[in-house]
């Protein structure tokens, strides 16, 4: 409240993937609950946690309110009920703004979100055939292939040799050049037939984006 004897304390309550920071404002009258909210991964030294002889003071409405104690610019924040956070650690002198905390990592915690939630998951899909592959069989794995590119998603086509036939590796080269020529609808070879061991593997990636 305006006019009184304010001391602000932190409770860190520790979880498995985020803290969450109670922060309670204590008058000569009462005791009260202030501000509560969670934080995520990136954690900054806000209020009393900051300790620096001096530092350099953004307002929260942007201004550049020049350098000065820390204890000072903790004094502006709590005339304000606002907080003090230091934004720039590793600057010379360190930079803190005063902003209203809570309401500043609710608004970062939601881009996060929506960013996580327009993010596209490209999985990669794998067709394995062998070189005696059979018309029919290689058009059934054709056919996968060529949904799994419209899907969105990148195709790895894989053909085993055994034995003898690693003598005749051409034969899994052409294999794979065949397939890679009727996808050519859906999807771009990005890795060009390679053998390794006794795969050779091809590598596409789709024309159409996944949603």
Request: glycine share 6%; hydrophobic share 35%.
């Amino acid at each position: 409240m305006p006019g009184q004897n304010r001391s602000l304390r932190s409770t860190y309550v520790p979880e498995i993937k985020q803290r969450t920071i109670v922060v309670y404002a204590v008058t000569q009258q009462e005791h009260h609950l202030w501000r509560c909210f969670n934080i995520s991964s990136v954690t900054y030294q806000i209020n009393e946690d900051i300790k620096d002889k001096e530092i350099r003071l953004i307002g929260e409405d942007g201004a550049q309110l020049g350098i000065m104690a820390s204890s000072e610019a903790f004094q502006i924040a709590v005339e304000k009920e606002l907080d003090l956070v230091k934004i720039a650690p590793g600057s010379n002198p360190p930079v803190c703004k005063i902003m209203d905390y809570g309401k500043y990592r609710f608004e970062q915690a939601k881009r996060e979100k929506e960013a996580r939630r327009n993010q596209h998951i490209v999985e990669v899909k794998e067709i394995r055939m062998s070189p005696g592959i059979g018309i029919n069989d290689f058009n059934v794995k054709l056919k996968n292939g060529q949904k799994f590119l419209k899907e969105g998603d990148r195709l790895k086509v894989t053909v085993r040799f055994r034995g003898r036939e690693m003598a005749h590796t051409n034969i899994g080269e052409n294999l794979l050049t065949k397939f890679a020529e009727e996808c050519t609808e859906f999807g771009t070879v990005d890795k060009n037939p390679k053998l390794e061991g006794r795969f050779m593997a091809m590598f596409l990636s789709p024309k159409v984006a996944k949603q």
